[in-house]
Nanobody, 120 residues
C-alpha cells in the first residue's frame, strides 16, 4: 500500500502561483511514476502531468492546457512529488489529486485531493 497526501491548495488570484506537494508513505516511492490529475466542478477528472520513477519528464507528459505554466518534479529522498503552477487561470480551479503508477496508463493509488481556487 502507498498512502498519498496532497497539500498546498488554496485560493489565489489569476496570474498567481502555487506549489502543490504530495507526500508518499508506505512502499518505496521510487518504484512509482507519479501523476497529477485534477477535477473541476461538474467535469471529469483529467490528466495534468506525469513524472517517471527516475524523474524524467518530456513535453508529452503535460496536458496541453498547462504546458509552459506547470512543472512537475519529485524528490525521491523525501518521497514527495511537487506541482509548481505559475500564471494560474480561473479555469485551473479544481481539486488536484496525485496518484502513484506502476505501469503506463495505470493508476494504483490516489491521494485525497487538495482544492485550488483561482479567482478572476
Amino acid at each position: 500500500q502507498v498512502q498519498l497526501k496532497e497539500s498546498g491548495g488554496e485560493l489565489v488570484q489569476a496570474g498567481g502561483s502555487l506549489r502543490l506537494s504530495c507526500a508518499a508513505s508506505g512502499r518505496t516511492f521510487s518504484n512509482y511514476a507519479m501523476v497529477w490529475f485534477r477535477q473541476a466542478p461538474g467535469k471529469e477528472r483529467e490528466f495534468v502531468a506525469r513524472i517517471s520513477r527516475s524523474g524524467v519528464i518530456t513535453n508529452s507528459n503535460y496536458a496541453d492546457s498547462v504546458k509552459g505554466r506547470f512543472t512537475i518534479s519529485r524528490d525521491n529522498a523525501r518521497s514527495t512529488v511537487y506541482l509548481q503552477m505559475n500564471n494560474l487561470k480561473p479555469e485551473d480551479t479544481a481539486v488536484y489529486y496525485c496518484a502513484a503508477s506502476v505501469g503506463a496508463g495505470s493508476v494504483d493509488y490516489w491521494g485525497q485531493g487538495t482544492q485550488v481556487t483561482v479567482s478572476s
